[in-house]
């Protein structure tokens, strides 16, 4: 909601060991961090590898929108882009998970977030050899 101020990283931080952290405007994306956009705000991806925030209306009455930044990524990153949707509980994350060469909508099999984290590194494991796959294929 907005007026939620939960900070997402700090939920996910015990559950992984790749560093979390929640997104400012204009910081750069490190690789090897798993970036959270603020409540309330849009996570957008810049084509210089920065992080922008935004606060344009909610998308599928969500901010963030997962479209907003599936969009702003396969618009910066082209056919580098690779998106993975966990959750079908709305439509967000589809349209921009379409604009991706390299998209996996994992809730068509499903799976649930909890279910992500028990079983995350044999899911990313397969996530990882299609997606080697397909660039072996190009």
Do not use: C
């Amino acid at each position: 909601p907005a007026h939620s101020r939960i900070d997402v990283s700090l939920a996910y931080a015990p559950f992984s060991r790749v560093a979390a952290v929640e997104a400012e405007d204009k910081m750069p994306f490190e690789k090897g961090r798993a970036h959270f956009a603020p409540p309330n705000y849009h996570l957008l991806v810049e084509g210089d590898g920065a992080l922008a925030l935004s606060q344009d209306e909610p998308v599928w009455h969500s901010r963030p929108s997962i479209d907003v930044l599936f969009e702003s990524a396969a618009r910066a990153y082209g056919a580098r882009a690779v998106g993975v949707l966990l959750t079908g509980a709305n439509p967000d994350g589809a349209a921009g998970l379409s604009l991706m060469p390299l998209a996996f909508k994992l809730a068509n099999a499903g799976v649930r977030l909890f279910e992500f984290v028990a079983h995350g590194r044999d899911l990313l494991r397969e996530l990882l050899v299609a997606v080697e796959a397909q660039r072996a294929a190009d």
